[in-house]
């Protein structure tokens, strides 16, 4: 049996993982079939009201807190955001993009427009996790981060080493693959042709229930605060999923995006 429509699918993953790098995407992203801009170079505001609805529904208080971002982008903007609304100190945490000044610039004047408290005094940025000292932060959060996170255990015992004791996290996280036209084509691969053809670098294919083991493991208690799937495009591709997602649970397999609060233990 051939899933015809992974010739498009393969042509365009080849074409992804060859000739575009990274900040190619930045600029050109818009123009790639079935790709998506990092909203946080467009404008922030979602990205923390979306933080504040979670926070909402969890009972979590944002104000006068700690916050490190994880995988905040090339600009301190959701920062500017953050601090203007809630007060306290944002750290962004960014260990691949290349701070663009620039784009930082129009961001801040972006938000000044609507937020006039907004400061640049209040955030900084830093490449490693690493490099934050223990119990340093309140609350954790990060937007379409942990989908590309190669080492999810390492990176929750580092969240949980940063955090206070009850610390949160806040995570928001889409398992879709990101050519969004073909959202579970991936799972249709072998591991060592994904991880060696068609891998763009950052897609290690986690699944909802494995991110949640993982943080059970790093001491973590988690509530899935919302969960969306796809049966119908999961449906699609079931005959061909390779060996490793074929036994797997298929409600966790149709998962496209899911939102996390997690506390660490007191």
Known sequence: MILWSNLEYVTLRIIRRFLFNGDVLDRLGTFIPYWRVNQGRLDPEPIVTAYQQLARQAGI???????????????????????????????????????????????????????????RENTSRMRDLAGLESSSADIIVSNSVLEHVRDPLALFEQCSRVLVPG??????????????????????????????????????RYRLDEHLAALRVSGFD?????????????????????????????DMLSTTTAALACRKAL
Do not use: I
Request: aromatic content about 14%; glycine content about 8%; hydrophobic content about 40%.
């Open 222 to 250: 988690c509530e899935v605060l919302k969960r969306e799937t796809d049966f119908a495009a999961l449906s699609a591709v079931v005959p061909f999923l390779a060996p490793e997602f074929s036994t797997r649970d298929r």
């Open 167 to 204: 610390g949160l996290m806040l995570h928001q996280v889409d398992y879709r693959d990101h050519f969004f036209k073909y959202p579970f084509h991936f799972l249709t691969f072998s591991k060592a042709l994904w991880d060696n053809l068609l891998d763009p670098g950052d897609l290690p």
């Open 61 to 119: 208080n944002l104000h006068d807190r700690r916050v490190v971002e994880l995988g905040c982008g090339a600009t301190n903007g959701t920062g500017y955001e953050w601090t203007a609304r809630f007060g306290g100190h944002w750290t962004g945490v960014e260990p691949f993009a290349l701070f663009d000044q620039d784009l930082d610039a129009t961001l801040f004047a972006n938000v000044r427009m609507s937020q006039p408290r907004a400061s």
